[in-house]
């Protein structure tokens, strides 16, 4: 069975540039959630849909992220300019419902130089 | 803040069962308690979940006492590739999964 897809696994980019992390959920999920990964924080969550409504964005950090789900079996994660400190493993997961186990895909390893 | 406490890390030997304890004393009635790994690298796997019971599945076992103040993550037959950072979590009713440092656990041969 495939699982969450994530692209592209590594990118390296300058700082100001703009960022766009793909996912593809497992099909048949309804739910959709964001992380970020790093030593300091740890993993915290971004962003989570449902049936492609974003429900809970309180964890974005700040204007610069934005997170889009155009359809059931496709988001983005965008950063607009990108800064150093975003610098991360980012994690997207989906799951049957909200109130369901998540399965995680395997990351996008992000470096702004 | 993470709702629950696990020791930094544990080993254990290869064949023999890993029990990785987890305190949760502030849960809530109507919160599960779920369990993920991640193995250095890859993204967290989802291990097992319960509420008041405890569970088994083809992975592990959970045991959760009966004031719901802790658990008990249970790897029966511990091999190699289970060296990995386990983490449990108190997942609210907003869906926050809080994944705090966990438990770094060594396999040793």
């Known amino acids: 069975d495939a699982g969450v897809i994530q692209s592209p696994r590594h990118e390296v980019t300058e700082m100001g540039q703009e960022v766009t992390l793909r996912c593809k959920p497992i099909s048949g999920h309804n739910s959709l959630f964001w992380y970020r990964q790093t030593m300091m924080r740890g993993l915290e969550l971004l962003i989570y849909?449902?049936?492609?409504?974003?429900?809970?964005d309180s964890g974005m950090p700040e204007d610069r992220f934005s997170a889009k789900m155009p359809n059931a079996s496709f988001s983005t994660l965008k950063i607009q300019p990108s800064e150093p400190r975003d610098s991360a493993v980012y994690f997207c997961a989906s799951s049957l419902f909200d109130n369901q186990p998540q399965h995680f895909g395997d990351g996008t390893r992000l470096s702004i130089l | 803040d993470a709702k629950t406490t696990q020791p930094t890390s544990m080993d254990c030997a290869e064949g023999r069962a890993a029990n990785l304890p987890c305190n949760h004393s502030?849960?809530?009635?109507?919160?599960?308690v779920y369990w993920y790994r991640q193995i250095h690298s890859q993204g967290p796997q989802y291990i097992i979940h319960?509420?008041?019971n405890n569970e088994t599945n083809e992975m592990a076992s959970l045991i959760i006492t009966e004031d719901r103040k802790s658990s008990t993550l249970i790897l029966p037959h511990a091999t190699l590739r289970d060296t990995a950072v386990y983490y449990c979590i108190v997942r609210e009713p907003n869906n926050d999964m809080r994944f705090g440092a966990g438990t770094r656990l060594t396999v040793k041969p």
């Open positions: 502030t849960i809530s009635g109507n919160e599960y």
């Open positions: 319960g509420l008041k």
């Open positions: 849909f449902n049936n492609n409504v974003p429900i809970d």
